[in-house]
C-alpha cells in the first residue's frame, strides 16, 4: 500500500470513527471505543504525515468534545444520585 493511500485511510477513519461515536452513545462502551479509536488514529495520523488534514482535525475534534459529554454526564449522574441519597456500590 502506498504512503497516500494509507494517510487517506487513516484520515478517513478517524473521521468516521470520530462521528460513529454519538449514535453509539446508547451503548457507551462502544460509543467510548469508537472516541478513543478516533483519537488514536488522529495521532498516528500526526506520525506520518507532517502537514495536517481537515478530516484528522475534525475526528479530534468530535472524538473529544464525546469524551468530554460523557465526562460531564457521569459527573451529573453521580451528583443527582448524590442528592437523593442513592448510592449503587452500598450492599444492603
Partial sequence: MKKDDKEKLVSLGCLLL????????CIWY????CAIGSI????????????TDRRV???????VLYL??????AI??????GKLGINPWKAK
Wanted: net charge positive.
Fill in 18 to 25: 470520530g462521528i460513529l461515536a454519538y449514535p453509539l452513545t
Fill in 30 to 33: 462502544l460509543g467510548f471505543t
Fill in 40 to 51: 488514536v488514529l488522529g495521532f498516528y495520523y500526526g506520525k506520518l504525515e507532517t502537514k
Fill in 57 to 63: 482535525i475534525a475526528g479530534l475534534m468530535l472524538s
Fill in 68 to 73: 468530554v459529554m460523557v465526562l460531564l454526564f
Fill in 76 to 81: 451529573f449522574i453521580g451528583l443527582y444520585w
